[in-house]
């Protein structure tokens, strides 16, 4: 699935470093929020605070920096195509947010350049070993998602989406959710556990030969 996401918003969003936001495109992607534009305003900032968030738990040194090349893609890809005007906006520009994350990290130069901005005593000492042992296991990690995108993409859309809501959600939260999506398929509770076990169990074998390369 990630592999999928990515050929379309290459496609429809690729950046270009000579493209500015205007205040027309920053209207446009106001009105893409909300059409009021005092609520399109509120929106506005608590998604940029929300993708500041999303890049600082990922640990980029650039957050806001990120968050500005995540905002104006969306802002084009609006200007130009006006093809994501009835897309639920948080999780079109978290997708974007992804999507920016993975090149700024794949982009060796952007990174250095980040760590060349902090001053001499922010400058982070990364052992060797220990640096190459990290990139093993964020490489690792990066390829699992693939393949479990790869994998869920290849379910059916009501499976999909059905294991996506079992799995949302902690707690007294989590166990709601599972009730009322048990009722809406009009199963019980254990039908429910069952099928979603199974589904888990399907996916698991599904990454384990995606990781192994047996899946092309």
Known sequence: MLSLIKKKMDEAVSYKKDWALTQQAFEKLLGWLDADRERAGLKYEELRLKLVSYF???LCLAPDELTDETLNRVARRIVEEEKILDE????YC???ARLVFLEHWRDPARAQAALDDLPPSSQPFSDPEKAAEREVRRRRREKRLECLDRCASELPQE???MIVEYYQSERREKIERREAL???LKISANALR???CRVRDKLEACVTNCLAGQVK
């Open 159 to 161: 499976t999909r989406t």
């Open 182 to 184: 048990a009722a809406r």
């Open 94 to 96: 978290y997708r974007v």
């Open 88 to 91: 639920e906006p948080l999780v």
């Open 194 to 196: 069952i099928r979603a």
């Open 56 to 58: 600082g738990r990922k």
